[in-house]
T-cell receptor, first 111, second 115 residues
Framework: SQELEQSPQSLIVQEGKNLTINCTSS?????LYWYKQKYGEGLIFLMM?????EEKSHEKITAKLDEKKQQSSLHITASQPSHAGIYLC???????????FGTGTSLTVIP | EAGVAQSPRYKIIEKRQSVAFWCNPI?????LYWYQQILGQGPKLLIQ????????DSQLPKDRFSAERLKGVDSTLKIQPAKLEDSAVYLC?????????????FGEGSRLTVL
């Protein structure tokens, strides 16, 4: 069963605002992945975090994995309409051999 | 490099009918995944193959869903008979190694509507 909880479930922000999406697991994660999905399209890989305390950035998106490797946050700075979509965290909280997704966060950016 | 190919992109059937989806992963990728994504939800793992062996099928409704991966390459997901609640996008993904060791690459998905 899926064991990754994301919050918030949906988010509506004005263009230019910053926002944060969280992904929480009850178990230690064997790597945490962030994906983005636009309606009707496949998932696009954003970044992967493996080490506790790790932080990665790509353009205006920064993701962090906490020291205990049970929670990750995705932060978007100065949001743009192109950031709109569904953000999904993915990981295996059990053995490292399977891959589950979180519940997803729907982001709308109002111009 | 060719991506993950899925077909058909769209399928509309009536309940109790059967349907099959096909997936061709990226060449050389050992792991193949089928996910079901219902509108407004995150993808749910149905089955995961490592080469042609099943790693996890705990969430596959085995009374109506079946999947196979012949020769460790292409895969087919079948639903028979379909129910209204099977309406969803079926996503196929592949990765070079086992999960946790690298990125998953996704196809565009097959959208199923059951009437």
């Amino acid at each position: 069963s899926q064991e990754l909880e994301q919050s918030p479930q949906s988010l509506i922000v004005q263009e230019g605002k910053n926002l944060t999406i969280n992904c929480t697991s009850s178990k230690t994660l064997y790597g945490l992945y962030w994906y983005k999905q636009k309606y009707g399209e496949g998932l696009i890989f954003l970044m992967m975090l493996q080490k506790g305390g790790e932080e990665k950035s790509h353009e205006k998106i920064t993701a962090k994995l906490d020291e205990k490797k049970q929670q990750s946050s995705l932060h978007i700075t100065a949001s743009q309409p192109s950031h709109a979509g569904i953000y999904l965290c993915g990981a295996d909280p059990n053995t490292g051999n399977q891959f589950y997704f979180g519940t997803g966060t729907s982001l709308t950016v109002i111009p | 490099e060719a991506g993950v190919a899925q077909s058909p992109r769209y399928k509309i059937i009536e309940k109790r009918q059967s349907v099959a989806f096909w997936c061709n992963p990226i060449s050389g990728h050992a792991t193949l995944y089928w996910y079901q994504q219902i509108l407004g939800q995150g993808p749910k793992l149905l089955i995961q193959f490592q080469n042609n062996g099943v790693v996890d099928d705990s969430q596959l409704p085995k009374d109506r869903f079946s999947a196979e991966r012949l020769k460790g390459v292409d895969s087919t997901l079948k639903i028979q008979p379909a129910k209204l609640e099977d309406s969803a996008v079926y996503l196929c993904a592949s990765s070079l190694g086992i999960a946790g060791t690298g990125e998953l690459f996704f196809g565009e998905g097959s959208r199923l509507t059951v009437l």
